[in-house]
């Protein structure tokens, strides 16, 4: 029976796989510091033997490779997510993401363990100049810190892979959705029309391309690879065939929902500063190994909508952490 | 009159900069911890009234911040630029390069200077597939920690760039030679001679090639580019057009110095784990704007090897710290 270790599992994508793998049979240990991670979510996988919750940060390395001792393979899913406010708090993603890596992979060595897959994120490939984007594409520019931080992670896996005989594989996704989804733009979308059906603030000026992949189309890649790891180091885009604007999203959202909100938009090409206006991946090389996605981006716009309006705890239990 | 803030301004690369930084009409805050750094590169320069020196670390942001005020333009220098050891203290390349690193770009923020030049790597091309290797080769896989995190702080310049309206421009160098070089593999070669003349030692099998730069052109290159930085953020390889072979290399030196030792191979295509066996970088974006290096590798060559047979001393001050 493997071991997974799981950082972040109390969080949307962590929560998820956690029940994926021990329906798989595995046995799971999560480690999360519920800075934005649910209760709710890992509440459910306690009542399975195979399962154990450990509230812990990855900013303490001791307890980190004491948790760590007995693991076959760590899935290091933790990380501030937040890209849109990384200047707000420049450190942030310095610490949480670049520094709890390094943590994660000192405590790999402390403790034995040699695999490891990574959620990574197709903002590093910045404003791409090729897309759709393969993992190859032209060494990027990285216009926000979440991004760069990212970077910063996988240059640390590499070399570890390189250097200690660590084996890798580097997951760069589009962004998430579905059930346990709890920030970004839909999340947004939908928290204003609860607030109030007939106005949606839109940032930006709803042409920005984006890709979505359903989140347990995601576990299905990730659980793939950790079935094939590779020798030492590989990267592997995460994404569906297509993109669409943030008006389709709107509209679909807003059709779920049964509203008709005038919609005013703050205009410009970016949504932020650092946003990069279109995102497209190339998804051929884990499609080579098998892998589909199920779900369309609409499908899984959805089942994120539904997933929101039969839980609007999520909506109070996003705190201040944003700001 | 310009003031030029530069971080390791005592090391090789930046005691050569800060003196032809004054040479220019700059003043000079010379800023450096001496972990490496020698106060015999400093102390000729303390002459000049223009001159400064401050002896901080990059890991005491307030001091950071507080030594930087009323400059006009960083020149970020320091670093721990031991690759070949970066397994043995993993820790070092995070904290001495990548958290260094945001704390100049905090400093800068807290101190209003939106100017920065850096010194990155070749390496971070990794096992470059493309040779020589332009500034948009395929998006490289890391193979050293110290290159993880040159990666890591060239992400962080960009986003910074990008975020806080910061210019920028990073130089990545092939090795740098000439007067004040003092660690690397020209250095252990003509230490191990100095030892003994009869007996050289070479990891690998002496068909790694590399490409390296005389300290001078190196400077020429990054004051050109400060006087015409990027609006934004810009990439700039700097090398000569050419490489060499270790086997070359050590024809040089031991000719120069008139011995003839007993070469010994470690073998295998790699000098040590992580070691890049051909590094060449394609240089036409710098070459653009009018620079031309004045020195082959050769002539580098022997003036580090003249250099190093005049100053005993680097091979004494070179302590423990590389181990």
């Not at 406010?85 to 060595?109: C, I, S, W």
């Not at 084996?167 to 760069?172: E, F, L, S, T």
Request: some cysteine; hydrophobic content about 40%; proline content about 3%.
């Amino acid at each position: 029976m493997r071991t997974s270790f799981v950082t972040g599992g109390a969080g949307f994508i962590g929560g998820n796989l956690c029940a994926r793998l021990l329906e798989a049979g595995h046995k799971v240990i999560c480690y999360d510091n519920f800075s934005t991670g649910q209760a709710r979510f890992t509440e459910p996988l306690e009542k399975n033997s195979n399962f154990k919750l450990l509230r812990g940060d990855l900013l303490d390395p001791d307890f980190l490779a004491y948790s760590m001792k007995g693991a076959d393979v760590v899935w290091h899913l933790a990380a501030n997510a937040d890209v849109r406010f990384g200047l707000d708090h420049p450190r942030r993603d310095l610490e949480q993401n670049t520094v709890a890596t390094h943590n994660v992979l000192e405590a790999m060595r402390a403790s034995g363990v040699k695999e490891i897959l990574f959620s990574s994120t197709g903002s590093v490939y910045g404003d791409a100049s090729l897309i759709p984007t393969p993992e190859d594409a032209p060494f990027p520019v990285q216009t926000s810190l979440y991004a760069a931080s990212k970077l910063a992670c996988e240059g640390l896996i590499s070399a570890y892979c390189e250097g200690y005989g660590f084996r890798g594989a580097v997951c760069r996704f589009v962004s998430i959705l579905g059930e346990g989804y709890t920030h970004g733009h839909v999340f947004d979308f939908v928290c204003q029309l609860r607030a109030d059906p007939g106005h949606l603030s839109v940032l930006g000026d709803g042409y920005q391309r984006k890709s979505y992949l359903y989140v347990q189309d995601c576990i299905d890649a990730m659980l793939l690879l950790e079935g094939c790891l590779p020798e030492k180091y590989g990267v592997f885009n995460l994404g569906v065939d297509s993109y669409c604007t943030v008006r389709d999203s709107i509209e679909w959202i807003t059709e779920w929902l049964g509203v008709k909100p005038e919609i005013s938009y703050t205009g410009g090409e970016r949504g932020w500063v650092g946003d990069n206006p279109f995102i497209f991946l190339e998804t051929k090389k884990i499609r080579s190994l098998g892998w589909a996605h199920k779900l369309s981006i609409m499908q899984a716009v959805e089942r994120t909508v539904e997933f929101l309006t039969r839980n609007g705890w999520v909506f109070e239990a996003r705190g201040e952490y944003e700001r």
